[in-house]
């Protein structure tokens, strides 16, 4: 039986940008778990297209997108995976945050 090729999960792309989203699973974990690779198209003398992970500082803008967007496909999957908590920000020293606190603001009551 042959090893099936390890394929990102989704991939997002502005330009000559691309963030892979990979999608990555423990024994002892249910739901996965993701992390981000990002990359740039560029083509060669030959004409052949490869990619590359270091950055022009005009592609900044499309890195920082591409990013956001992949952040968002995260935590949205984590909510259809039935996982209910996302990492929290890397300055956050990984404490957690509750998905449904995400982003919402609180309702004053009448």
Not at 26 to 47: F, H, I, L
Not at 54 to 73: I, T
Request: charge should be positive.
């Amino acid at each position: 039986m042959e090893k099936e090729e390890n394929k990102p999960v989704y991939e997002i792309r502005i330009g000559r940008i691309r963030a892979s989203i990979w999608a990555n699973r423990s024994e002892e974990q249910g739901a996965p778990w993701y992390s981000v690779t990002a990359s740039r198209s560029y083509k060669d003398k030959t004409g052949d297209w490869h990619d590359i992970k270091s950055f022009n500082y005009s592609d900044l803008p499309c890195v920082g997108r591409v990013l956001e967007q992949a952040m968002s496909w995260i935590r949205d999957q984590i909510v259809i995976d039935g996982n209910g908590s996302v990492p929290g920000h890397a300055m956050d020293e990984g404490r957690s945050t509750r998905v449904s606190n995400v982003g919402r603001k609180k309702r004053r009551s009448k």
